[in-house]
């Protein structure tokens, strides 16, 4: 038997830990890191369905975030606006097979709850100059008064499209499509080289 | 060019897609026109100079179709508008 | 360095140098110094270095005109080997240390040029010379082209590849000020004081723009010293970025401008982390263009003469980089302003020979120069500067009552150096891409900014502001405006120091200085691209009316300076020719980029690897360490077959082919799309997207669907798999993932919102493996707890359950044509699974096959393709009549009644095969009658997909061709006249193999 846990993130093997990039005396400007064995459910409804939104409440344990580009957060689970009808819920439990069965669980069947645990790679970009490596990036208004921590963008980086969840003011999530996840790996380092950064070990969570 | 979406606002047109006219409206029986009617239905298209409402999705954003009034000479854009809203402004 | 014969012309202080920081850089490979804060310009003034680059087209002696990007003349290729670069302006180079740099457009030397000879017989290489004399014969034209094109361009590129990298960024501003003088400083001052985000850019490495290159005072104490203080308090503010080394180069729609930042331009080698370039993106809520004014040339015989400067640039390489241009200077000018770079110069050493100025009145400036005793003339013009390859005196002459003739009476004044002043043009180009309308403004004889369409106001000179204090007080203005436009309500405009305010005086208009009678010598206009007065006399007088047009003729502003100093001069001489006021003529089109950009900066980090993305299995690994062969499929990179020791690459494309349909072979098929699809109105929406139903198709099953265009063509085709009642996956290709996915999404949101469905992608989660072959069976029952047996899992069924311990589907269809399967297992445990299979499969020699192998056995199946799936195909084209639901209505369904799809002519789908057995069948090939007959050769269709069938052992084809179901077993020609390569081919069924799918079936 296998641990069914035991997931393989897309940049197994082309992830080295260590510092890299211009010299910056243990302070490196950009810190980086892939998290691993994320539950990752997408939920489509209609945001006018009380059933729905009593559903959802009851599951996670917080309010549908209707904002656009807003965010709710249960304990460890937080509930991420992609579109009008539609959120993305994400815990650190390893087996997404849950949190799937939960929502499917609490919702009627106008719903729509579909794993997608293993379609993204969620790399961390974190440090003084996160946000920079943002602005080279993506054509977004990256200002720390604009993009506040518990905003969540999808845009385009690097020709791919890329979900940006700030975290606080410096920590930022970044949801890549997994087949584009060394690309963007790649191009991350590039970016943060002038700043000098630090690869850490693989986020479990 | 900035295109507002309705939902994320002000985005960058390189997240955009535009996706035709949008006073077009697929008929809801084709098979009940003439080849006329579906010939302009499906080929004919206004090239006007100024103003015109068009569809657009954001493609690489919430991929939702939304309308726009988009000025084609000045590519001013007067209004956006969820599929089933109505355009305001523009025309003067 | 106080060797006597090199005359010295550095001043042994000031200027914005550091004398204690010498450099030593190489032009024309001889060793040179200057200092830091110099540009190439000045360092090879200071060394007494004139003549700098040979001219475009008659190859002339060329020095340095200006100070700044407006620069026609001083231009050379900068660096060596793979970071060689042609074509820069010496005025805009900072030294560093061990710069080399060379002259251009010269052989052997730029001292000795073989080329020069062309100068002497310019006049037969008159405007239009190309049009006029290659046309004929034609034949020849090839030859010509190579003579002309060795012998015009400007420099080389490198040839290697870039070695640096370049850099983009993205920003959001209140207010982006261009320009950093004083208009531009207190613009962003004023601005920034209201709170709101600024952004101030300027091309120069330091701050100050004018006030860097002049004598002036602020607030009684040196103008750069208030400079200094504005721009640490903006730097000192969090919301301020200050961009020095930026040209703004492009103003596009929204208030997008884009601005090339030279971040390591002035490093010895951007080597390292820093970028060399870097574009930046800008949408900017209000714009404040402070972009200053050009000075003008005056177009007199032998104007280009190195040592013919213009004015304000004299002074510049004295106040900034303490370098004289020359010792004994005659100015030349129309206007004021040159009076004050006179005092200037003479104050600091460069004796003023003579000041010969058009105009006829000695006006108030003037006077307090004549009362220093320097000599002035007034209605008097050079009208030709005297030297070979430096400037060594000037023929003035008085001038008619008119102003059009020379009255005789010539004197010649010998100078080292002639400064001219023709007035000041506004730097009006980022106004107008921004679509603003200009207006002509008769006292300052040049275009100033009238109306504006974007969010942008101008300050300063570019707006036809002289005086200091006005450009500064213009400046407070603008910079406060712009802030309470992008919202900052209670923005005020700031006072402004105490300051100088001169402005030109009355200009007297000379745009041609009269020639004595029968004289040759040319006038230049636009010193970049060679373009005289007696180009743009013989287009007038040929015909030309429009600007633009006589701008393409004669090649006037079309150089990489873009006629920054050429523009005005040229209309205004066409104007003439023409009889009409300039205004009359209009002016070109400004068009981005303001300054010529690299390619390398615009590609920034997207080039190589990174030119777009590649997406990678979750097994690309693994293909990777077996040696596999890729290759790309869109973005995807795919295995196209895997060579083993001592097999060529079509054995092992074969050895794959036939391993499939004798064993058990493995494909990474995960790029294929994958929809899901839920809601109650699932199974309705694929109905009405299909032309056969979906309505009816039982939970765990599969079924084929093609999908229509609504204009009737065949847009994709794929499976559809119905895993509970409102739950469905859908399959696309691998190409149409992503428009499959958009075109779902436009008919929910657009044409049939009241369905209850939603559409999510659902490519990445899946990693997809077909395992196919007569043991696939065997193999998959060793590793799942899914009844493999035929009867509990028929051909188009799809069962859930767990495969190589982790939960997965398998769906039982088949590409091939062979019994086969497609397993589908969430991505991270795709490698996990693929290794497992190869283990358990060892002893059935399970192995793995690539895209080539795939491709023979789809087109032996007679499986279509992209080639096939062209969007000029119809569902019947392709044998799918039979598919058609006549009980629904579905998308393109009316489009089928076009009497252009019903007539019996269409193209349709046949195989091919070659007749004798051994020719293969030229890929894209025309199927032909008679290759040989009368031309044009009627064309029945063409070959869409072909290989070397190792089942068929023969070279097989599909095709497209007219009334192809009627013509099986006809005999017809492929024929591919561009390859020179045709085969007589046999029509026939495109099923190749097991037409009656048993094998699938079994
Ligand atoms: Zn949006």
Redesign the pocket.
């Known amino acids: 038997m296998v641990d069914i846990t035991e997931r393989r993130s897309a940049l197994e093997s082309h992830y080295t830990a260590g510092t890299f990039g211009a010299e910056c005396n243990g302070h490196p400007g950009v810190m980086l890191a892939v998290r691993r064995n994320l539950s990752i459910v997408h939920v489509a409804g209609k945001p006018d369905d009380q059933t729905f939104i009593n559903a959802i409440k009851s599951a996670c344990g917080c309010d549908i975030p209707f904002e656009p580009g807003s965010v709710s957060v249960a304990g460890s689970l937080s509930l991420i606006w992609l579109a009008a009808d539609r959120w993305m819920a994400v815990s650190a439990e390893p087996d997404p097979g849950i949190l799937e069965a939960t929502l499917r669980r609490a919702c009627d069947d106008t719903v729509a709850v579909i794993d997608a645990s293993h379609a993204s790679t969620v790399l961390r970009l974190s440090g003084p100059q996160a946000r920079t490596v943002l602005m080279k990036g993506a054509p977004l208004d990256f200002h720390a008064r604009t993009f506040t921590p518990g905003r969540v963008a999808t845009t385009m980086i690097s020709q791919c499209t890329v979900t940006l969840v700030c975290i606080d003011q410096d920590t930022f999530d970044l949801y890549v499509f997994r087949s584009f996840a060394q690309h963007m790996w790649e191009w991350l380092r590039d970016a943060s080289e002038e700043f000098g950064y630090e690869v850490s070990d693989i986020l479990s969570g | 060019m900035l295109i507002k979406?309705p939902?994320?606002g002000d985005?960058s047109l390189a997240e955009f897609s535009y996706q035709g006219d949008a006073t077009i409206i697929r008929p809801s029986d084709p098979l009940s026109l003439s080849d006329n009617q579906w010939n302009e239905y499906l080929n004919l298209r206004n090239n006007p100079k100024g103003w015109h409402d068009e569809i657009w999705q954001?493609l690489n954003?919430?991929r939702?179709h939304f309308k726009a009034r988009r000025n084609v000479v000045t590519h001013e854009i007067a209004d956006t508008k969820p599929m089933d809203g109505s355009l305001q402004g523009g025309r003067s | 360095m106080n060797n006597p014969q090199i005359p010295q012309y550095r001043l042994p202080e000031g200027g914005r140098i550091d004398r204690s920081r010498p450099l030593s850089f190489s032009f024309n490979g001889r060793a040179y110094v200057g200092y830091q804060g110099d540009t190439l310009a000045s360092a090879l003034l200071a060394n007494g270095v004139h003549l700098i680059a040979r001219s475009f087209k008659y190859h002339r002696p060329r020095g340095i005109m200006s100070a700044g990007s407006e620069e026609p003349c001083a231009m050379v290729t900068m660096r060596q080997g793979s970071r060689i670069e042609p074509n820069i302006r010496a005025t805009q180079i900072e030294l560093y240390e061990g710069l080399v740099a060379n002259s251009q457009n010269c052989w052997p030397s730029v001292n000795f040029d073989l080329q020069a000879i062309i100068n002497k017989v310019s006049r037969f290489l008159p405007s239009g010379f190309y049009y006029k004399t290659f046309k004929w014969p034609k034949f020849l034209w090839m030859s010509y082209e190579k003579v002309i094109r060795h012998a015009a361009g400007m420099g080389k590129v490198a040839t290697l590849p870039d070695p640096d990298h370049y850099d983009h960024m993205h920003a959001y501003c209140d207010v982006l000020v261009v320009g950093g003088g004083p208009a531009g400083l207190m613009a962003a001052k004023s601005a920034a004081a209201s709170g709101a985000r600024v952004m101030l850019a300027d091309e120069q490495a330091e701050f100050g723009g004018t006030l860097c290159g002049r004598a002036e005072k602020i607030s009684n104490k040196p103008a750069m010293d208030w400079v200094a203080r504005v721009r640490d308090e903006l730097a000192a503010r969090p919301d301020v970025t200050l961009l020095p080394r930026t040209v703004v180069a492009s103003y596009y729609d929204h208030n997008m401008l884009v601005l090339n930042q030279r971040t390591g331009e002035h490093l010895p080698t951007a080597e390292g982390f820093t970028p060399r370039q870097r574009i930046w993106k800008v949408w900017a809520k209000q714009v404040v263009l402070a972009t200053g004014a050009i000075e003008r040339p005056l177009v007199f015989g032998n104007n280009d003469l190195p040592g013919v400067m213009l004015t304000g640039a004299v002074q510049t390489y004295i106040s900034q980089y303490g370098v004289l241009a020359g010792k004994n200077a005659v100015i030349f000018t129309n206007n004021d302003s040159a009076y004050d770079a006179a005092a200037h110069m003479h104050d600091n050493g460069i004796k003023i020979a003579a000041i010969i100025d058009n105009r006829k009145q000695t006006s108030p400036a003037a006077q307090k120069l004549s009362d220093r005793g320097i000599l002035i003339f007034n209605n008097h013009v050079v009208y030709q500067a005297v030297g070979s390859k430096h400037v060594r005196g000037v023929n003035i002459s008085p001038l008619n009552e008119n102003g059009d003739k020379l009255s005789g009476g010539n004197i010649k004044i010998d100078c080292d150096l002639l400064c001219m002043s023709g007035g000041w043009t506004p730097s009006v180009h980022l106004f107008s891409q921004a679509r603003g309308k200009l207006r002509w403004h008769e006292t300052l004889t040049t275009f100033i900014p009238e109306k504006s369409f974007q969010q942008e106001r101008s300050a300063g000179s570019c707006k036809g502001v002289w005086g200091l204090s006005d450009c500064l007080k213009g400046g407070a203005k603008a910079g406060a405006e712009a802030a309470k436009a992008a919202g900052f309500t209670k923005t005020r405009a700031l006072k402004t120091p105490a300051a100088s305010n001169h402005d030109m005086g009355d200009i007297r208009a000379l745009w041609r200085v009269p020639q004595p009678p029968r004289s040759q010598t040319k006038r230049f206009i636009d010193f970049q691209d060679d373009v005289a007065t007696s180009d743009i006399e013989l287009a007038a007088r040929e015909g030309y009316r429009s600007v633009e047009l006589t701008k393409r003729y004669t090649t006037l502003g079309m150089g990489t300076d873009q006629g920054k100093t050429s523009n005005i001069n040229g209309l205004a001489v066409l104007s003439e020719e023409l009889g009409k006021h300039i205004p009359e003529v209009g002016l070109t089109t400004f068009r981005p980029p303001y300054t010529a950009q690299t390619l390398g900066a615009i590609s920034g980090p997207e080039r190589g690897g990174h030119f777009a993305p590649t997406r990678r299995s979750p097994v690309h690994d693994w293909h990777v360490s077996t040696g596999a062969s890729f290759m790309p499929a869109g973005l995807w990179m795919r295995p196209a077959y895997y060579q083993q020791p001592g097999e060529t690459m079509w054995d092992a494309i074969y050895r794959e082919t036939k391993h499939v349909r004798s064993h058990v072979g493995l494909v990474d098929v995960s790029s294929l799309g994958k929809i899901d699809l839920q809601g109650k109105d699932s199974a309705e929406f694929l109905n009405r997207c299909y032309i056969n139903g979906f309505a009816k198709l039982p939970v765990g099953k599969c079924r084929y669907g093609v999908m229509l265009r609504d204009d009737g063509m065949v847009f994709d085709d794929g499976t559809v798999s119905r895993l509970a009642e409102n739950h469905f996956m859908m399959t696309t290709t691998t190409a149409k993932a992503g428009p499959v996915l958009q075109y779902l999404e436009y008919l929910l949101d657009v044409v049939w919102p009241e369905l209850d469905v939603h559409v999510v992608s659902a490519t990445e989660q899946w990693c997809a493996i077909a395992v196919a072959g007569p043991k696939s069976r065997e193999l998959l029952s060793r590793i799942t707890d899914i009844d493999m047996s035929n009867e509990a899992f028929e051909f188009m069924g799809v069962r859930q359950g767990n495969i190589c311990d982790v939960p997965g589907r398998i769906y039982r269809i088949s590409f091939s044509g062979e019994l086969a399967y497609e397993i589908g297992v969430p991505s991270d445990w795709g490698l996990h699974v693929w290794e497992s299979l190869m283990t358990a499969g060892k002893d059935l020699k399970v192995s793995p096959y690539g895209l080539e192998a795939m491709s023979i056995l789809r087109i032996e199946k007679g499986h279509i393709v992209g080639a096939e799936l062209n969007g000029r195909t119809t569902a019947d084209d392709l044998g799918f009549a039979a598919m058609i639901s006549t009980r629904k209505p579905f998308m393109g369904q009316r489009s089928l009644r076009k009497p252009a799809l019903l007539e019996g002519e269409r193209k349709q789908l046949v195989g091919l095969i070659s007749l004798d057995g051994k020719t293969p069948i030229p890929r894209g090939a025309q199927i032909v009658v008679n290759p040989d007959g009368p031309t044009p050769v009627a064309m029945l269709g063409e070959v869409t997909s072909n290989c070397y069938s190792p089942h068929v052992e023969n070279h097989i084809g599909l095709a497209i061709v007219k009334r192809g179901r009627q013509r099986i077993d006809e005999i017809l020609w492929a024929t591919s006249p561009l390859t020179k390569q045709r085969v007589r081919v046999k029509l026939c069924s495109p099923h190749f193999i097991d037409p009656q799918g048993e094998r699938l079936r079994g």
């Open positions: 979406c939902w994320c985005r954001h954003g919430c939702k």
